[in-house]
């Protein structure tokens, strides 16, 4: 993942939107690719604060590997509205040389009181190699476990393994609140979540001229079950795709999902402001 890092951490930031009527939250950041600093760096305040000044006051800043999800805690601690999620990333857990020690590390910090959800973690078939996906599987079996274990969200990655996903999640039966991170399904996909209760997340891919199947997605997800984040600084929303990501953006992909819905943009964030809560907690 290194390589794609330092590529995003070479784009331009993208220009501040226009702020929203009444402040919101980004369910799904990565301020250390953002940044590439430690967690109680000046840069990290200055990444806050630019989403502040458009309306985006709280965020879950989400791991994806054993270091960078201690990483991830350490930043909760450091900020007010910081919340932490830890997990290896369905990429990481195959390839890490000791996935018992790291799956261990993220038991001891799903304890944690600012850690309230484990993720992200999944299935990738896009980049897993069929020789590879078993031992993937039984890493996300195991941070399904720990989820229930300590009533935390689970946050889901899943590229190229709708169904594989699915199937895990009704085998091994899903925690209370289950989020599908950067939702890539269709409506059909939609609808099986819908029923069984999970949280769509939608980023900036909703935003793009080549994703209609998402925003036809997005018209049928009850508003009780809708979250929005950025995933930063990966996939910069419209009219800034190219750009580095940043929680500041959410404004743009929020505007994008009350225009498709035909809502009233003050309604879907007060919808989506209790969704967090309800699926994250205070974050206070």
Known sequence: MADRHNRDLDRRPAPL????????????VHLEIVTDSSPRDVRIGEVLAAAASVGITRMVQVGYSAEQSRWSVELAES????????ALHPNEAPVTEDLAGDLAEIERLAAHPKVRAIGETGLDFFRTPPELRQRQKESFIRHI??????????????RDAHRA?????LEVGAPAKTVFHCFSGDVEMARECVANGYYLSFAGT??????????????IVPSELLLVETDSPFLAPAPNRGAQNTPAQ???????MATERGEEL??????????AERVFGSFD
């Open 17 to 28: 939107p226009e702020p929203l009527p009444i402040d919101s939250v980004d369910t799904h």
């Open 79 to 86: 900020w007010p509205n910081v919340l932490a999620a830890v």
């Open 266 to 275: 003050v309604e879907l964030i007060g919808a989506i402001n209790v969704n």
């Open 250 to 256: 959410i404004p743009n992909i929020l505007r994008l």
């Open 145 to 158: 476990e720990i989820a229930k274990r300590f009533d935390k969200a689970l946050v889901i990655h899943d």
């Open 165 to 169: 996903v699915l199937n895990t999640l």
């Open 206 to 219: 909703v935003t793009f001229k080549n994703a209609p199947q998402l925003r036809e997605a997005l018209r």
